[in-house]
Nanobody
Framework: QVQLVESGGGLVQAGGSLRLSCAAS????????MGWFRQAPGKEREFVAA????????YYADSVKGRFTISRDNAKNTVYLRMNSLKPEDTAVYYC?????????????????WGQGTQVTVSS
């Protein structure tokens, strides 16, 4: 089993930045595809960013491309999401996900493991 714990969320003004972290435990995720998703109130959970097992390949939702960067440190069993130029519409609970496949993967139902989420609130 893989346990994922997100951190780094909070309240930030529009235009600001945050870095989310997702620490994995239980087993190494160095061979896992990792992804970030988000869910705003009243909306479905949506894809944000994904990274393959080695970090050499990434994929982003159009809404965050150029503003968000996903990365990973396999030595620390951790994946990150750097978020710049934040907008009020980025407000959501952000979830980390992992799957024992090379990746990157966009589809939510392809991921086997999920964290509990961290709240990001962007004020205007």
């Amino acid at each position: 089993q893989v346990q994922l714990v997100e951190s780094g969320g909070g309240l930030v003004q529009a235009g600001g930045s945050l870095r989310l972290s997702c620490a994995a435990s239980g087993r190494t995720v160095r061979n896992y595809a990792m992804g970030w998703f988000r869910q705003a109130p009243g909306k479905e959970r949506e894809f944000v960013a994904a990274i393959n097992w080695s970090g050499s390949d990434t994929y982003y939702a159009d809404s965050v491309k150029g503003r968000f960067t996903i990365s990973r440190d396999n030595a620390k069993n951790t994946v990150y999401l750097r978020m710049n130029s934040l907008k009020p519409e980025d407000t959501a609970v952000y979830y980390c996900a992992a799957d024992p496949s090379p990746g990157p993967m966009v589809a939510r139902n392809r991921y086997d493991y999920w964290g509990q989420g961290t709240q990001v609130t962007v004020s205007s």
